[in-house]
């Protein structure tokens, strides 16, 4: 694999992929428990008052809200306000399967993330855990 050295990756909190244009984030059920907790109320009520759901026909999947500019519901002055309970998908970019699919894919997503090429190496055993990771199935809300 063309990360079997590893790759360099360091988020220079430049904030581009939690805000700039549109875009979803989807939950597992994982991460909706954790967010509900970390707020400390229940799982449909968190659902209700961050999130949208996104029509895929006979089901929809749970994304977070957005603010009109395309910000992450969760975005503030500091950074993610939600950082311990980020959601999986947060957890692991860059290292998503579309992105590691060739050098080619990762080196594109450096032109919109300046994190890619810089500071520690991320070790191939590393990225292969955040790909297995990333494989946990999106929460789906099955129409009735
Ligand atoms: S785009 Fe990259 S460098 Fe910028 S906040 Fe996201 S992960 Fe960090
Ligand atoms: S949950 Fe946090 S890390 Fe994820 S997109 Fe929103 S602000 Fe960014």
């Not at 079997?4 to 979803?24: T, V």
């Not at 009520?45 to 929809?60: E, N």
Request: aromatic residues 14%; contains cysteine; proline residues 6%.
């Amino acid at each position: 694999m063309f990360y079997d050295k590893g790759l360099k990756f360091e988020c220079q909190m430049c904030r581009y992929c939690c805000s700039s244009e549109p875009g979803y984030v989807y939950l597992t059920k994982d991460d909706i428990e954790k967010a509900s907790k970390h707020f400390g109320i229940d799982f449909d009520s968190f659902i209700k008052t961050y999130c949208r759901l996104v029509d895929f026909g006979p089901y929809f999947l749970v994304s977070l809200q957005e603010t009109p500019d395309y910000d992450c519901i969760f975005l503030s002055s500091k950074g993610c306000a939600i950082y311990d309970a980020r959601p999986l998908q947060c957890r692991t970019y860059p290292f998503w399967k579309n992105v590691m699919e060739s050098e080619e894919s990762w080196k594109r997503e450096g032109e919109s993330c300046p994190g890619i090429g810089k500071g520690r190496i991320v070790s191939k055993r590393e990225i292969e855990k955040r790909l297995k990771d990333n494989e946990m199935p999106p929460y789906m809300i099955i129409k009735k």
